[in-house]
């Protein structure tokens, strides 16, 4: 068999299927069922959302600080530690976010 | 997102999506719905977090694709001989070579590794360009390509046997 037929009984053996309206109407029962669940998600996302840039501004705030207030005494080690606080506190956001993430999922699945 | 537009794209989306897990299924329908269901839900619920940043068919696409993997990792993989005249909505009254025809290349398509069967059907029953499935895949596009290649490679091999 070369690769055009194979491709000619491919594209001619797609599955049918046809639309159902008993499918749409189960669609529509369960997305009612679980308006609630959807809310309570989407409310968690818009917290966690300002929780993140406050995280980041602090982390910014903070590195700024040190950098300020240590810079006399040598400006390069101030320097890697003002970009030490700015990358701990990135790493705190990113983490942040992955359990958001896993928050959410997991309330997803619970409402299946 | 709100109810009505979530369910007004799903209208759109539902015959394509049904066609892709049936396919992954091997016609196994109602394995296929309940897939369909469950991936609806959670895009439902994910909704808010949809930024448009792909089309909402593709990351429907993605979210049943995943579905269908955390539905394969719970049961243990089932080799049901499969009905080619379930998946392709025929009769008996078809023609049998045709149907057996087809019997076969379902047969062969559900022996390919995950990613190569997943990539084959998107590719050739659902039109997808490559850029499309490999966001879809969550995988390179150069790896769909090679994917396609190996696929058919396989199918050839399987199919002649």
């Known amino acids: 068999m070369t690769d055009k037929e194979l491709e000619g009984l491919l594209k001619e053996s797609k599955p049918m299927v046809k639309d159902d309206y008993g499918f749409m109407l189960e669609v529509i029962r369960r997305t009612s069922a679980i308006k609630g669940v959807k809310s309570e998600v989407d409310r968690q996302r818009k917290r966690w959302h300002k929780v993140l840039w406050i995280t980041f501004f602090i982390g910014i705030a903070a590195g ?3 950098y ?14 003002a970009v030490i606080a700015i990358t701990i506190t990135l790493v705190i956001v990113t983490t942040l ?3 958001k993430q896993s928050v959410i999922r997991n309330v997803a699945k619970t409402s299946e | 997102m709100t109810e009505e537009r979530f369910i007004d794209l ?11 897990l049936l396919a992954l299924c091997s016609g196994d329908s109602a394995t296929a719905d309940d897939i369909a269901q469950d991936s609806l839900v959670r895009a439902y619920v994910a909704s808010g977090s949809f930024k448009g940043l792909s089309s909402f068919r593709t990351w429907l696409f993605r979210i049943a694709y995943n579905c269908y993997i955390d539905h394969c990792r719970k049961t243990q993989p089932q080799r049901l001989p499969i009905d080619g005249r379930e998946a ?3 009769t008996a009254d078809d023609d049998p070579d045709h149907l057996f025809r087809f019997q076969n290349l379902y047969q062969a398509i559900d022996r390919l590794p995950e990613k190569e069967k997943a990539a ?3 590719f050739y029953f659902e039109d997808r360009s490559i850029k499309e499935i490999a966001a879809i895949l969550g995988i390179p596009s150069g790896t769909i390509k090679y994917h396609l290649s190996s696929g058919r490679s396989h199918l050839k091999e399987l199919i002649s046997l």
């Open chain 2, 120 to 122: 084959v059907i998107l």
């Open chain 2, 10 to 20: 799903v209208r759109i989306e539902q015959v394509p999506l049904r066609r892709f």
């Open chain 2, 88 to 90: 392709l909505n025929k």
């Open chain 1, 64 to 66: 700024i600080l040190i």
């Open chain 1, 68 to 81: 300020d207030t240590f810079a006399f005494l040598n400006p390069r080690v101030c320097y890697t530690v």
């Open chain 1, 97 to 99: 976010d992955i359990k």
